[in-house]
Each structure stands twice: as C-alpha cells, then as structure tokens.
C-alpha cells in the first residue's frame, strides 16, 4: 500500500516486480518519449500564454493590464478547482489503465471540469454589477468563458494520462492558431472584456477539437459519480489546488489594495518574462505525476531519483533563462512589454529564483501524488501558501512591488524544503509497507 489511503495507484507487490524484466533502455525510451511530448506541449502553451501576455500588456497599457492579471489570476483559482476535483484524480488512478476504463473516466472527468466552469462562471456574471466598471465586465466575460477554458485544459490531462501526449500538443497548437484572429479581433475594440472575450474564445475552438480527436462525450451527470467516487484525493487535491492560486490571487489583491492596481500589472509582466518556465511549472503535473505513477508501478525504488531530477533540472533551467533575462538590452524588453518593461525589469532576480525554488518542489510533489499521499501532500501546500501569502504582503507594505517580489521568492524556498521533506517521509513509509507485505 502507499503512504495512505484505501485506494492508492499502488499495485500490489506480486504484481509491482514484474516489468523488471524489461530492458532499462527500453522503458527509459518510453519515458524520455512521453516527457518530450510534454515538453512540447507545454512549450505550446507556453508561447500562447506569452503572446496573450505581451500583446495585452502593449495594447492596453499599464492600469489596464492590471484588471487583465486580476481576470486571469481568477481564472487560475477556478482551474484549480477544476484540477483537484475532476484530473489529478483522473492522472492518478488512470495513467496505466485499459483503454474502456479510461474513456469512462474520461467521459466523467471531462464532464465534471464542464460543470465547474459553468457553476462558477454563473457565479462570475452574478458579480458584474456588485463591481462595476471595467472589473466587472473583464469578470463577467471570464464567466461566459470557463467552460471552454476548464474542458480544453481537461483534455490536455486525459491524453497525458494515455499516454499520447501528441494529442495534448495538436490541442495547444489549435488553441494558438486560434488566438491570432481573436487576438487582432479584440484588440481593434481595445477593451479588457474583449481580450477576455478572444482568450476564452480561442480555448473553446481547442476544447471542441478535443472532442473530435477523442470521441468521447463530456458527461454532466457523471460529475456527481465522479466526484463521490474519488472524493478521497478529490477533496484534498481541490483544497490544494486552490491554496495554491487562492494564495496567488489573495497576493495580488493584497498587492493592489497597498500598492496599486498597476503593481499587480507589473507582478504579471515580471511573470511573462520567464518564458516557458513559470507556464511549465504551473501545470508540470500535467506530464510528471502521470510518469511518477507509472515509475512507481514498474520501479518504485526509482522513483525520489525521478523526482530529484526532476526538480532538479527545472530549477537550473530557470536559473539559466534569468541570466539571459539580466543581459536582455532595454530596448528589447521594451519591444516586448512596452510601458510595463522599466518596473517589471527590477523584478528579474527575485522573480527568477522564486521559480527555480518552485521548481526545485514541484519534483516532490510529484512524488508525493503518485503515492497518493494526499494528506502529506495537502499539509505542504497550506504552509507554502501561508508562506506565499505572508511574505508576498508583508514584502509589499514594508517594500512596495520589489519587496513583494522578494517575500514571493523566500516563500518559494521555504516551501520547496517542506514538499522534499515530506516526501521523504511518504517514501520511507510507502518501502516499509511494501516490505511488511512481502
């Protein structure tokens, strides 16, 4: 059994040994393939965020692109729902399944990602008129919006969770074909809601492809079934989830009410400069927790290895693209986040290593949901969240922006320490109950 619960992805030990006999190079063949395919998906998604970032941000100018971030900061907490309920449990317990067991699943995964974005964008439009202005409208435009956005991301794990992350990328890459027209559409009214508006648009086009490429039927009223059944990693992870970009969306309202709606802007221009990284960290579980289950069925002792070098590497690459980022001429970054570039600049240290930490814990947390280690994995995410929370408006009353900035990244460390922490423990436990059983 795993470090706990009565449905861990674990098999049992007579069953756990028997792709050992197959060769390394083989099944290290497997998993560098699947990795590409989620490198290059996520390198997909990464270019359309980017985009939508860069030409929002020259479009709309400084105040504007505030209200964009808070918009997209929300929509962050709203896909953490959808994650936690509906495909994290999905990638844990069907990423090595039969193909009938996984449509099923499927069918009710995606149905259930369907049916939180149309709860909680009803909810978004309910709040049009209690805020006004161009806030209110930016949020009423994500509410009409979420379910696109929730059911393309939705599929992006089911094919992970296949194996055929080819079909994950095709999906990102028609998203951001998508986005051109959308994009040019919007920004002749040049207005918040309409680039809302062409963002959640463009998903919606990705997320009826995805309907085609599976042939499978998003199914609303498996929503209940699905939830119930799974609702012991379903609750957990949805409370994680949400920690996670609740702390995010809580720093920049925080943020916004002590410095200003446009230091939230900054934040997000400090954010999009880098790159791929923070869009890979943000949803690595989309590739890595699929992989960790299937390394823990065929070599379990592989997997904290797996983990560190996980971890490891993202953490290095941020490093190496915020050392390009510091030598990057102010005419350059200019080009690319126009009136936004002279504050966001100042954030470039402290928002790299405030990825590379986060990259440093997301190999450990990996680890820790292939285990199924649900509660270990929840108790790491409410600390690193108080932290985030903490530090991120502590930094912003005692320095502004760039102490905020700060305060984001010692939180980063401090919570990287806790996932590897307690995935130690998970680890030490998940061996010992494998030894008790042999």
């Not at 609702?231 to 992870?237: I, V």
């Not at 070098?309 to 941020?318: D, E, I, R």
């Not at 280690?373 to 932290?387: G, K, Y």
Request: glycine share 14%.
């Amino acid at each position: 059994m795993a470090a706990e619960g009565d449905k861990s992805p674990t098999p049992p030990p007579t069953t756990a040994a028997a792709p050992a006999a197959r060769p390394a190079r083989t099944v290290t063949r497997a998993v560098a393939g699947r990795l590409s395919w989620g490198l290059a998906d996520q390198a997909a998604s990464s270019l359309s965020n980017f985009a939508v970032g860069v030409y929002v941000a020259r479009s709309l100018g400084l105040t504007a692109f505030g209200v964009f971030s808070l918009a997209w900061v929300t929509y962050g907490v709203v896909l953490s729902v959808s994650r936690g309920l509906a495909t994290d449990p999905l990638v844990v317990r069907f990423s090595a399944v039969s193909e009938a067991s996984w449509r099923q699943a499927v069918s009710r995964s995606t149905g259930t990602s369907l049916g939180v974005g149309a709860v909680i964008g009803v909810l978004c439009l309910a709040l049009w008129p209690l805020l006004g202005g161009s806030v209110g409208a930016a949020f009423a435009c994500l509410g009409v919006v979420l379910p696109g956005l929730l059911l393309q991301d939705a599929w992006r794990y089911s094919f992970f969770a296949a194996g055929v992350g080819r079909k994950a990328f095709v999906n990102d890459v028609v998203w951001g074909v998508a986005l051109i027209p959308a994009m040019v559409v919007a920004a002749q009214a040049g207005t918040v809601p309409a680039f809302v508006l062409a963002w959640g648009g463009s998903a919606a086009v990705a997320a009826a492809y995805g309907w085609a490429q599976s042939g499978i039927r998003p199914r609303l009223t498996g929503a209940r079934p699905w939830i119930r059944d799974h609702r012991d990693l379903g609750y957990r992870y949805l409370v994680e989830n949400t920690c996670v970009s609740g702390a995010g969306q809580l720093r920049a309202y925080g943020l916004g009410a002590i410095v200003g709606v446009g230091a939230v802007g900054v934040v997000r221009g400090a954010e999009l400069l880098q790159g791929p990284f923070l869009a890979v960290l943000m949803g690595l579980t989309l590739v890595t927790v699929a992989e960790a289950a299937r390394m823990l069925r065929q070599a379990p002792h592989r997997l904290g290895r797996f983990c560190l070098f996980l971890g490891g590497g993202q953490a290095v690459a941020a490093l190496l693209w915020g050392g390009v980022l510091l030598l990057m001429p102010d005419r350059a970054g200019e080009l690319v986040l126009g009136d936004v570039w002279p504050a966001a600049k100042e954030l470039i240290v402290p928002a790299t290593l405030s990825v590379a930490g986060a990259g440093v814990g997301t190999g450990a947390a990996a680890g820790l949901r292939a285990l199924g280690a649900a509660r270990l994995s929840l108790r790491c995410q409410i600390f690193a969240s108080v932290c985030y929370v903490g530090l991120g408006i502590g930094g912003a009353a005692l320095g502004g922006t760039v102490g905020s900035a700060w305060g984001a990244a010692a939180a980063s460390v401090c919570g990287s320490a806790a996932w590897w922490l307690h995935l130690r423990i998970a680890l030490r436990e998940h061996h010992r109950d494998l030894s008790s059983v042999k």
